[in-house]
């Protein structure tokens, strides 16, 4: 099984507002400002939030998880 594989279904993105903060304690991948709001990656098991969506791991996610012992 590859790095990315063993992170699927660890990945969520939630859309905030702008100039709302994350109430959430996870593992932040990235934050990227949009004209819908502020794109927030997050690694964990359980979703973040009521409205994060799964979504697909790139290499820095698991590259992440692995260092944060999220994934072995």
Known sequence: MGLI???KN??????LPFGQVPQH???VSS???AI???HIRVIAK????TN????APRLEDASL???EGIIQ
């Not at 660890?10 to 859309?15: H, K, L, P, R, S």
């Not at 359980?46 to 939030?49: A, L, R, W």
């Open 10 to 15: 660890c990945v969520w993105e939630d859309v």
């Open 52 to 55: 994060a969506r799964l979504v």
């Open 5 to 7: 594989d063993r992170v």
């Open 36 to 38: 819908d709001g502020t």
């Open 65 to 67: 998880a692995m260092m």
């Open 46 to 49: 359980d979703s973040p939030s």
């Open 25 to 27: 304690d996870h593992n």
């Open 31 to 33: 934050i990227v400002q």
